[in-house]
């Protein structure tokens, strides 16, 4: 009887130990975080620069993020941030109303941060309104 309580103390005491190193495994092997890419610049609609309040989205997949255009068309904090690394080489938009902007990113791993917070003009067409 005494065998038996110790070989099923060992097998218990062994299904422990594995759970717990299979919990552990995950744990050492994490993969980095995903790092979101910040633009901000100009937003420009048929080359004035857009209004005051407009929305503008940015866009990687089926994720989305928007910021608030300012004064004289400048924009700030408008983050590609998507959750996971499934979003790794898709194309990233930008949209204003109704228009896409001319220019387009790639939305690629990095091992920090991504700043384009003061460089990243955007241009919009909108078409002639019917007279």
């Keep these: 009887m005494t065998r038996n309580r110790t070989s099923l103390f060992a097998k218990a005491l062994l299904l422990v130990m594995a759970a717990t190193s299979a919990a552990a495994v995950p744990a050492l092997a994490q993969e980095p975080p995903v790092f979101p890419i910040l633009y901000g610049g100009t937003a420009y609609v048929n080359g004035q620069p857009a209004p005051e309040g407009a929305v503008l989205v ?4 089926d994720w989305q993020n928007r910021t608030t255009v300012e ?3 400048t ?15 898709r194309p990233i938009t930008f949209h ?11 939305f690629l791993p990095a091992g920090e941060p991504i700043f384009k ?5 955007l241009h919009f067409s909108r078409a002639p309104q019917p007279a």
Excluded: F, I
């Design 58 to 61: 940015v866009k990687v997949g």
């Design 71 to 73: 004064r004289n068309g």
């Design 75 to 89: 924009y700030h904090g408008l983050m590609a941030a998507p959750p996971t690394k499934e979003y790794y080489s």
């Design 96 to 106: 204003l109303e109704e228009m896409t902007a001319q220019e387009q990113d790639v």
């Design 117 to 121: 917070d003061r460089v990243y003009d």
